[in-house]
């Protein structure tokens, strides 16, 4: 899983521009306030180049970020040295979230832009689930978005293309996506064309991203495992209920001990 981003992370935040991380951020801090209002810290998990860690650092938390990809994280710190001259408690850790063990405990955990689906095997699942429960304070917030499996199943993935560019390339990624059912995954192969505006010259790559689609039995079975309460499960930015056109769900747990 740490080299999944690797060829992607350069035109990460090209490729996602339109990406409206002020709003996602605003939304989430809205749950924070309503939930645990006295929240001080945030621990990020699968932070990618920690966009919205410096808006949540920016609203006055201690914010850590945690990131497998090398180099996704190096962009984050990158981004961190861009803002070294602003008064904010943020810093980035590289470690994978099943594993890393860190020597603080937090009030909010966060898992965004569809971190959890990444977690493929019932095994990386809980092991995540882990290490949220090891690190997130009595009464603490757990918050993620996840890919919505009746959505997924009947309104599947298709192929598509999307194009980006700046003053320097421009960006083709096509999107191949296949089914397996019978694990809940949905695999998204992405076909990358990056074209030098000024030489002309065009590099090729191809990602493979293996997705695992999450109905709610799931999350309330592993939520009880780890004694977190489920407390707010909606649709992603807009609050409706979950349904088959409900791509995308997000979820607030409570720590319960």
């Not at 002020?22 to 810290?41: C, G, Q, V, W």
């Not at 650092?57 to 996704?72: D, L």
Request: glycine fraction near 4%; aromatic fraction near 12%; hydrophobic fraction near 35%.
């Amino acid at each position: 899983m740490s080299r999944v981003f690797d060829a992607y992370a350069k035109y990460y935040d090209l490729l996602y521009k339109s990406k409206n991380y002020k709003k996602e951020t605003d939304y989430i801090l809205k749950f924070i306030r309503k939930y645990k209002p006295d929240a001080k810290s945030i621990l990020d998990l699968g932070c990618g180049t920690g966009r919205h860690d410096l808006l949540f650092s920016r609203k006055g938390f201690n914010t850590t970020g945690v990131e497998i990809s090398e180099k996704m994280y190096t962009a984050a710190k990158e981004m961190l040295n861009e803002n070294k001259n602003e008064k904010i408690s943020l810093k980035f850790y590289k470690g994978d979230i099943r594993k890393i063990k860190l020597l603080s405990k937090y009030d909010v955990i966060t898992s965004l832009f569809h971190v959890i689906n990444y977690q493929t095997s019932n095994e990386d699942l809980d092991s995540v689930f882990k290490t949220v429960k090891s690190h997130l304070k009595k009464d603490g917030l757990f918050i993620f978005d996840f890919w919505y499996g009746p959505a997924v199943l009947s309104d599947r993935p298709e192929k598509r293309t999307k194009i980006m560019k700046n003053d320097d390339i421009e960006i083709k990624r096509h999107t191949v996506p296949e089914m397996k059912v019978n694990d809940n995954l949905a695999v998204i192969n992405f076909k990358v064309e990056v074209k030098d505006l000024k030489t002309h010259r065009i590099k090729k790559f191809n990602e493979t991203h293996n997705m695992r689609y999450l109905f709610l039995p799931e999350i309330d079975s592993i939520s009880e495992k780890f004694a977190l309460e489920n407390i707010y499960t909606k649709e992603w930015l807009t609050g409706k209920n979950l349904s088959d056109k409900t791509w995308y769900g997000f979820t607030v747990l409570k720590n319960k001990n």
